[in-house]
């Protein structure tokens, strides 16, 4: 882990450390464009083709049914199948929580203002499945759909060695009503859902995270074929907010959970003493010994960085110019730092309340913007997953008193045929 | 005007008169990417050529302040300071309601969700005035970014042929507290509010309409900066419903309103009677020869069409399928269509409710998705100016509760750091 004194270091340089490093992948988007391409031109075809190419499995068909999903998920052992409740009933109340009804807007007496939430009729949810299986994605993404009232859920996968999914997966499933899995994985999923082939529909947004050809491919189809899709997504981070209340140990065991996810990830620790960077370090180096991705998680750690500030605002200040995908406050001053957080994507607030509860069963959305993004987006949500869309209805008393501030605006716009439409209407 | 029976129409030929039609922009894609390198390597000074090369203007500085702003903004016609007084008050309470707290969520027993909304601190607005200068787009973007509370916002409107901007948009930054405007049009002020130069600060999201080059330009700048914007855009469009409740003269000036933008707008009428049609059809034809813009209004005419439905359920299924920017109800039957709409930017209801109302001054925002993106995008509102970020707070009673979930679904997906994060914390 490298170290950074905060008050040595230049605006510029605090700029250029809070940079995550974006590899040049010109050769993985010339890969994705090819995949894409095919998919979008041999539907099916090319879906068979890339499952036998880089699943290595022969495929038959490009999904399973409700009665297959059934028979998988019944294979759960117990207590999985009791977390997933658990997380479920977590991840349905806080999420069930951002609906909200708003109410009509009288603007002027008789200009009446409001809007209407719908849901976004067609999702595409990617849920990951190669290097680990993630069925938090999958409860993440189809709950919020699911409350949201989507009509059309088409769910992608990769297929395991058997062709098959998981029973966790399939569990998810069957807890979401859902009753068709695709098993399709990385870029030719999201280009099967955003053109559409003989098997999978065409859907309006794309969402869930996954690797750089996943990523990338989220990108293409987002400006080339016009799907929306959730937020930009690159590899996950966390930062840590320590001061003289935090607990070494529980800071370390964070730090190694983000480390864990792969290389490229980022565990960023920031501190208000040398002192408490040295016992964190301690302990973390003592910890990693015990987990069984050490050599990865090590990398990661090597990649990552320390910083000493003077004190807990100015670990905000750096926090926010760095904009943590996860921000932990391992401090019992929480608190009064609330208030000055102004880019992050979610905050594990004092020394209880690890990164990895709200990864699986808190209740919060696990798919969070990285890479800088919390500066510009939320994580996903209920609202993720629907449209606002405004309505207005003007009486003839309403007319009467908007109508001439309108003539005269479209006037100035010179646009006549707008005036019209309001002085057509004055004449009755 | 082309002419169609809804019920005559297969599924594929609804599609297919529902695409809009993209030109193939390839080569505009082409000069916007050359633009947005120069302006990235060169700065300010790419900025200056590029306004004698395409605004005809030679510029001494890019900005004009608060003084010279204030300076400009007292030359507006009086008619016009109250129209806009009058638009701001109305766009203002309509977008403050927009705002809403969530209450904190406990989701188990000591385990605590909820939201937290923080504005976006540097957004970029582009207000257009090349052919048309634009006033309401700068109420539009500006009202939102202010009760947002973004701490920087950027300004970036085409120079007028004196090197300023006019009175309309100068008196709308005083109203907004904007003392900089920054004299810049085009891809070239994207490029600009993306990578930031020596005079123009760099932003996290841009907003704001534009013609073709602006809009490639976003696109661009979304994926290659990670700048986020407010959504893709295309033409704008209308589609008006109507039946036999409808009057013909002002469903005519709505169609010839929507017109007058351009050739490549839509106007879109679907009618419940071939009588309806004709009736409107003739009142269209008398109106269009008085307007000062008859000829590229006719243009758009004829590329629009009119739908011939059953009934207005069938309107509405049509209607939802082509996804409007812009709908309106032009019926008395309006309360009962509200339900069936899907997919629409901003519907106006009922025969007195006239888009050009919300285009200026009713309140309801005027940026909207056009092309069929109302199936996925809301328009702008108070939400597209911040960011909402999750909170968790554990307790020890919380801890216990959640623990054992946490622990049995990171083991489930191998991740035994996650697992330690809890497994640490529980044993004290």
């Not at 409350?147 to 807890?175: F, L, R």
Request: proline share 4%; aromatic share 8%; net charge negative.
């Amino acid at each position: 882990m490298k170290f950074y004194s905060y008050t040595d270091l230049s605006k510029d340089k605090v700029e250029a450390i809070c940079l995550r490093q974006l590899e040049d992948d010109s050769s993985i988007l010339e890969r994705v464009k090819s995949i894409v391409t095919r998919v979008k031109n041999e539907g099916d075809k090319a879906l068979f083709d890339y499952a036998s190419q880089f699943d290595k499995v022969i495929m038959n068909k490009l999904y399973i049914d409700k009665e297959e999903i059934e028979s998988i998920a019944s294979t759960i052992p117990a207590d999985a199948k009791s977390a997933i409740d658990t997380a479920y009933q977590n991840i349905r109340t806080f999420h069930a929580s951002q609906a909200n009804k708003e109410g009509r807007v009288e603007t002027m007496e008789g200009v009446e203002c409001w809007r209407e939430t719908r849901a976004i009729e067609k999702v595409g949810l990617y849920v990951p499945g190669g290097s680990a299986v993630l069925p938090s994605t999958f409860l993440m993404l189809g709950i919020p759909a699911l409350i949201a009232g989507c009509k059309e859920i088409v769910v992608c996968s990769p297929p395991q060695q058997d062709g098959k999914t998981n029973c966790y997966v399939a569990y998810c499933a069957v807890k979401l009503g859902i009753e068709r899995i695709y098993l399709i994985g990385g870029a030719q999923a999201v280009a099967a859902m955003a053109y559409g082939t003989e098997s999978v529909p065409k859907v309006y947004k794309i969402f869930g995270p996954g690797n750089r050809y996943v990523t990338q491919a989220k990108q293409l189809v987002q400006s080339a074929a016009g799907t929306a899709i959730d937020m930009p997504a690159g590899p996950s981070e966390v930062l840590v907010l320590a001061d003289e209340t935090a607990n070494p140990s529980y800071v370390a065991s964070d730090l190694l959970a983000q480390a864990e996810h792969g290389a490229d990830s980022q565990a960023i620790l920031v501190a208000t003493s040398r002192k408490i960077i040295d016992k964190i370090l301690e302990r973390l180096e003592i910890q990693i010994k015990e987990l069984p991705r050490r050599e990865v998680t090590a990398l990661a750690i090597a990649n990552s960085y320390a910083v000493l500030v003077e004190n807990l605002e100015q670990g905000m200040e750096f926090s926010n110019v760095y904009a943590p995908e996860h921000l932990i406050l391992a401090t019992e001053k929480f608190e009064q730092l609330i208030p000055l957080i102004t880019n992050a994507g979610s905050v594990f607030l004092g020394n209880l309340t690890p990164e990895s509860a709200g990864d699986y069963a808190s209740g919060t959305n696990h798919t969070l913007p990285t890479s800088g993004f919390a500066k510009a987006y939320s994580g996903v949500s209920l609202d993720s997953f629907v449209k606002k869309i405004t309505f207005q209805h003007i009486s003839r008393k309403g007319l009467e008193n908007i109508g001439s501030t309108v003539e005269i605006l479209a006037a100035a716009e010179g646009l006549d045929a707008h005036k019209n439409a309001i002085s057509i209407r004055l004449k009755g």
